[in-house]
């Protein structure tokens, strides 16, 4: 499609940068890997080695943070630029960061609580915080998903023994986090100017 010319943008992208074949880091570690992409960096650069770190005020363990990363990410160097950035659900990116645009942490679309009981943000999930509710309002609970989403997906849902086997339970939050974080990225891109926009959809990720 390049050759044909039916990429132009593509084609402009390739002209004034670089290309070149894509390997992954070692060890493939999420956080570790998109914080990479992000900062352009090595881990031993941006400082996100894994999952999870040090919590330095609990002296235990918690999921690796965007206090840890040493190094700007691209929303970051864009932000000083000037440019308006938004940012949605990217690894090791909680809390959400104060850049010019919008930023929502990775723990925004987790449901916390069953169907029908409160489900609030995570503080820190939603950058500029008078944005919450709005974004709140975005999510989808796993418990709201019947027949109608599930069958295309899994036709033979019904065959399941849900009591032995809990994959489709397991299916159903995958799923539903997967709309709230589209959900979010795409009511950006309608009421929110921007010149860069970057969204992590985990969901191919864990099926």
Same mark, same amino acid.
């Given at each position: 499609?390049?050759?044909?010319?039916?990429? =132009?943008? @593509?084609?402009?992208?390739?002209?004034?940068?670089?290309?070149?074949?894509?390997?992954?880091?070692?060890?493939? @570690?999420? =956080?570790?890997?998109?914080?990479?992409?992000?900062?352009?960096?090595?881990? $031993?650069?941006?400082?996100? +080695?894994?999952?999870?770190?040090?919590?330095?005020? !609990?002296?235990?363990?918690? &999921?690796? !943070?965007?206090? !840890?990363?040493?190094?700007?990410?691209?929303?970051? %160097?864009?932000?000083?630029?000037?440019?308006?950035?938004?940012?949605?659900?990217?690894?090791?990116?909680? &809390?959400?960061?104060?850049?010019?645009?919008?930023?929502?942490? =990775?723990? #925004?679309?987790?449901?916390?609580? &069953? +169907?029908?009981?409160?489900?609030?943000?995570?503080?820190?999930? %939603?950058?500029?915080?008078?944005?919450?509710?709005? #974004?709140?309002?975005?999510?989808?609970? =796993?418990?709201?998903?019947?027949?109608?989403?599930?069958?295309?997906? %899994? &036709?033979?849902?019904?065959?399941?023994?849900?009591?032995?086997?809990?994959?489709?339970?397991?299916?159903?939050?995958?799923?539903?986090?997967?709309? !709230?974080?589209?959900?979010?990225?795409?009511?950006? +891109?309608?009421?929110?100017?921007? $010149?860069?926009?970057?969204?992590?959809?985990?969901?191919?990720?864990? #099926?």
């Amino acid at each position: 499609m390049l050759d044909a010319r039916l990429m =132009p943008s @593509l084609a402009g992208l390739i002209e004034r940068g670089v290309m070149g074949n894509l390997a992954s880091l070692r060890p493939i @570690l999420s =956080p570790l890997i998109w914080s990479s992409i992000a900062t352009g960096k090595l881990p $031993d650069k941006h400082g996100i +080695l894994g999952f999870i770190e040090p919590d330095p005020v !609990s002296g235990g363990v918690r &999921p690796a !943070s965007s206090y !840890s990363r040493k190094t700007k990410a691209i929303w970051n %160097i864009l932000t000083q630029q000037g440019l308006r950035t938004h940012v949605v659900a990217w690894m090791a990116t909680h &809390p959400a960061e104060p850049i010019r645009g919008i930023a929502v942490s =990775p723990l #925004f679309q987790r449901a916390t609580a &069953p +169907l029908g009981q409160p489900w609030p943000l995570p503080s820190g999930s %939603i950058h500029p915080e008078q944005l919450s509710e709005t #974004f709140a309002a975005l999510r989808v609970h =796993p418990g709201e998903f019947g027949e109608e989403e599930i069958l295309p997906f %899994i &036709p033979r849902a019904a065959e399941i023994d849900q009591d032995r086997d809990k994959r489709l339970a397991g299916f159903a939050i995958i799923l539903a986090e997967c709309v !709230s974080v589209h959900n979010a990225i795409t009511w950006i +891109l309608e009421h929110e100017d921007w $010149d860069f926009a970057a969204v992590y959809y985990d969901a191919l990720d864990h #099926f």
